[in-house]
Structure formats: structure tokens, C-alpha cells
């Protein structure tokens, strides 16, 4: 059986635009660093703004939703305790310099079900980088 680690670790740019759908996750536990910028934060209803170096603890089943507060592009890389997640966020997401081709609403909910994941309203939970 080949080792996994214990936790996962992505990276993403959001642009000036860019936001996140309010979403859960069902088992998986999220924290998010600012690396670079300012990012607003909604947990369960209540808004926090997260400069650079700001860590946010996310305990799996509160609802979540990310969106850039800054005038630049904000780097955040993302945590997840579940090995295997990054399964998940591939299927909504693209390489750095590929066009982002979205995903069936049948692909969607079959990844949705796969990450156990539910989203307050209709909507990707990552919006890619478009330019």
C-alpha cells in the first residue's frame, strides 16, 4: 500500500473578482493562510477579514465562503486532513496558464457526493482564474 500523507496542501490565486461559492465540507477539516494579500472570510454567517499571514481554522460541517478584500491578486494555500481531496478540487480547477473548462452538472455532482460536499447555493466552489 503505497503512503499517503495525513493532510493536503493546495495553492490558489484569486483574482480582484474571484470568490468562492458558500459551501462544507461534510469530513474535512480546512485551514486557509493568506500568504499574500487580504481575503474575506465567511464562516457560518459571520464576515472576518484574514491579511497576510492570517491563518483560518475551518472544523468540517460550518459553512464557508472566501473572497479576495484586496486590491491585489491574494495567494492563500489551502489545508485539508483528508489525503485524497485534491481529487476533488481538480476536477473545478485548471492548470496555471490553461483555460478552465467547466465541468458537466452531471460530473459536478457526482465530485459534490465524492467530496462530500454541499454547497448553500448553485455555483463551482472554486472559481478559476479567467482571463
Same mark, same amino acid.
Not at 457560518?44 to 491578486?73: C, K, Q
Not at 492548470?95 to 452538472?105: V, Y
Not at 455532482?109 to 463551482?124: D, I, T
Given at each position: ?9 493546495? =495553492? =490558489? ?13 461534510? !469530513? ?6 493568506? !500568504?499574500?494579500? =487580504? *481575503? +474575506?472570510?465567511?464562516?457560518?454567517? @459571520? ?8 491563518? *483560518? &481554522? ?7 465562503? *472566501?473572497?479576495? %478584500?484586496?486590491?491585489?491578486? $491574494?495567494?492563500?494555500?489551502?489545508? &485539508?486532513?483528508?489525503? =485524497?481531496?485534491?481529487?476533488?478540487? +481538480? $476536477?473545478?480547477?485548471? +492548470? ?8 458537466? %452538472?452531471? @460530473? ?11 454547497? +448553500? ?11
Amino acid at each position: 500500500m503505497p503512503f499517503r500523507p495525513a493532510s493536503l496542501l493546495l =495553492a =490558489a490565486l484569486l483574482t480582484l473578482l474571484a470568490q468562492s461559492q458558500t459551501h462544507k465540507h461534510l !469530513h474535512e477539516d480546512e485551514v486557509i493562510f493568506v !500568504h499574500k494579500g =487580504a *481575503v +474575506r472570510v465567511t464562516l457560518n454567517d @459571520r464576515l472576518y477579514e484574514a491579511g497576510t499571514g492570517a491563518t *483560518v &481554522f475551518i472544523p468540517h460541517g460550518n459553512w464557508i465562503g *472566501v473572497e479576495n %478584500a484586496s486590491t491585489e491578486t $491574494a495567494t492563500i494555500l489551502f489545508f &485539508f486532513n483528508k489525503p =485524497a481531496f485534491e481529487n476533488c478540487l +481538480r $476536477a473545478v480547477s485548471s +492548470r496555471p496558464g490553461e483555460k478552465f473548462s467547466a465541468p458537466s %452538472a452531471e @460530473r459536478m455532482k457526482a465530485v459534490r457526493e465524492e467530496c462530500h460536499e454541499v454547497m +448553500r447555493n448553485s455555483g463551482f466552489s472554486i472559481i478559476p482564474d479567467v482571463n
